[in-house]
């Protein structure tokens, strides 16, 4: 897998199959908001800890930042467990409104 850069804060990550998965920074200050998403037919096969790592390795190589914030919904145990097992702590729930509703989900962040 490798990551391209989309735009200004979008990425890409490629396999050998094509689109396997993105994510987003958006620098505020010394730290970063992570957005990601994995495409749906590559979930729940062991593979989103190395696709997280790939993600932090970029990360560590490209920004100078003490930080990095992501949210996840509450109910996506599978991936809070993936994040927490790399190092990110969760700090706080929040309530979002998106695709028509509103949805708990919970920050987490990781120190540099």
Do not use: W
Not at 17 to 30: I, N, S, T
Not at 38 to 63: C, D, H, Q, V, W
Not at 68 to 85: C, P
Request: proline residues 2%; charged residues 25%; glycine residues 8%.
């Amino acid at each position: 897998m490798c990551a391209d850069l989309r735009k200004d804060h979008y990425f890409q990550v490629v396999n050998d199959e094509g689109l396997y998965g993105f994510f987003a920074l958006y620098p505020v200050d010394d730290t970063l908001e992570l957005g990601l998403g994995i495409k749906p037919e590559y979930t729940g096969k062991g593979e989103g800890e190395a696709f997280i790592r790939l993600i932090m390795s970029y990360i560590k190589n490209n920004y100078q930042v003490s930080t990095i914030f992501l949210s996840v919904i509450d109910f996506n145990i599978r991936a809070q467990k993936i994040y927490e097992k790399i190092g990110f702590k969760k700090t706080r729930e929040l309530l979002q409104e998106t695709n028509g509703s509103t949805y708990c989900f919970i920050e987490m962040k990781f120190e540099l």
